[in-house]
């Protein structure tokens, strides 16, 4: 099926629907962030055809539903992990409880209510969480937390296909909470047998954990390899 475009001031994108294909990777914008289509829709088959292709939803409440394909590619290998030694005696000293998926809602939705800098809002929409939800339902979304006196103040979530995992977001109340959940998450899906974890876009925070850029086409070659291992659905 041939693509309508939104013509931008830097090249033209996509427009698609729920009956429409992603364009190939090649069509992404350069900038900003590689945008690839605007449109479409938050449904299970869709984000899980986004993932498998490396494509991503980022945008904000009452915004179009926008898709992107960095290049470069921010990851993280799992035998990679850095942790600082200020990281590693919270560790051995923890004063949280490490949980998976007990709760996967209010981790999106407490990342949803988290302020980043330059960011005036939160992408994580309403329809966002949703959308999650039910990849967690589904087996293919889920959540490291930590807990303190039985209360979440800490967590990371993201989407497992296969042998690959796409990290999304993190949030914390407590100091350390999100990053003790961070190498929690990390330590489990590396005894898993995942292979790469998508950073998407370069972070001070993510470099200091090990993560670090790679070529979209070097990302969508391995991702290619490690989804194939998928026994969600």
Known sequence: MSHAYYQLPNGRVAAIDSDCNFPP???????PNGLIAIGGDLSFNRLLSAYQQGIFPWFSDGEPIMWWSPNPRMVLFPNALK????LK????????????????RQVISA???????????????????DAYCKLHEAGYAISAECWLDNKLVGGCYGVKIGNMF????????????????????VQ???????GL????????HLARFGAKEISR????QQLSILIKNDYAS
């Open 217 to 220: 086409d070097d990302f969508i």
């Open 197 to 204: 974890i998508d950073c998407q876009m370069k972070t001070a």
């Open 188 to 194: 489990k899906l590396k005894d898993e047998g995942v």
């Open 166 to 185: 796409y990290g999304e977001s993190m949030f914390h109340h407590v100091t350390d909470a999100s990053k003790v959940a961070f190498v929690k998450l």
């Open 83 to 86: 942790i600082s030694n200020s």
């Open 25 to 31: 990777l090649h069509h992404a914008l350069t900038e």
């Open 111 to 129: 990342c949803s209510q988290t302020l980043r800098e330059s960011q005036p809002g939160t992408w994580i929409t309403a329809d966002i969480i």
């Open 89 to 104: 005696k919270t560790l051995k000293n923890c004063p949280f409880e490490v949980r998976f998926n007990s709760d996967f």
